[in-house]
């Protein structure tokens, strides 16, 4: 398990991580990028439990969202499984756990601002806390995705699925656009990240 978490989260934070997987019936399974989720928690049927944490996560985002997880399987453990998933009691968990590691020796200063404020209430991803997402985003690899907010009115783009919208108007805190095939309207996060379509190739 060390081995296997060591290339994916700061080296500082290996000792705690592994203190809260201290546990017989809890594994942590690395997976292929998942366009849909960064990671899950799973209740299995013999009795132990699964985390899967996307291997293409930089070494930050993959942090929170192994105590993300971390913190369902403790919420589970604790409260049993007919609380909500990201009900209070899985709130009040993830902020137990995810404290000793929001310090400079774990994560850069300029996230732990963002990462104090963002736990004062966890939502069930950090996608949708846009000033965040658009910090850590600066940790990953270069790639040739474009955010909504970056995109001019009236530009085309296409999402991982192969639908293709444009750009109609920006409402207060999310983006208009219209699905080009079917007509629908469609609002987007600032931080959502899609694919611009070159206007001579359309």
């Not at 960064?38 to 993959?62: A, C, E, M």
Request: charged share 30%.
């Amino acid at each position: 398990m060390h081995i296997q978490l060591q290339d994916h989260i700061p080296s500082n934070s290996i000792a705690k991580v592994l203190k809260l997987l201290e546990d017989d019936n809890l594994t942590v399974k690395i997976k292929k990028e998942r366009r849909t989720k960064h990671g899950d928690y799973r209740p299995l049927s013999n009795g132990k439990h699964q985390i899967t944490v996307n291997s293409n996560l930089n070494r930050y985002r993959f942090l929170i969202t192994l105590i993300h997880e971390i913190a369902h399987f403790e919420a589970f453990q604790k409260y049993g499984r007919f609380i909500k998933p990201h009900g209070v009691e899985w709130k009040r968990t993830f902020q137990h756990l995810i404290l000793p590691f929001l310090n400079p020796d774990i994560f850069p200063k300029e996230l732990l601002p963002l990462l104090a404020n963002h736990f004062k209430n966890p939502k069930a991803s950090s996608d949708t806390d846009v000033q965040l997402a658009l910090a850590l985003k600066q940790f990953d690899e270069p790639n040739d995705k474009t955010f909504i907010f970056e995109i001019p009115l009236g530009q085309t783009f296409k999402l991982y699925n192969g639908k293709v919208f444009k750009m109609i108007k920006k409402r207060v805190k999310r983006y208009e656009c219209v699905e080009i095939k079917t007509g629908r309207l469609y609002l987007f996060n600032p931080n959502a990240e899609v694919e611009l379509i070159n206007e001579k190739n359309e």
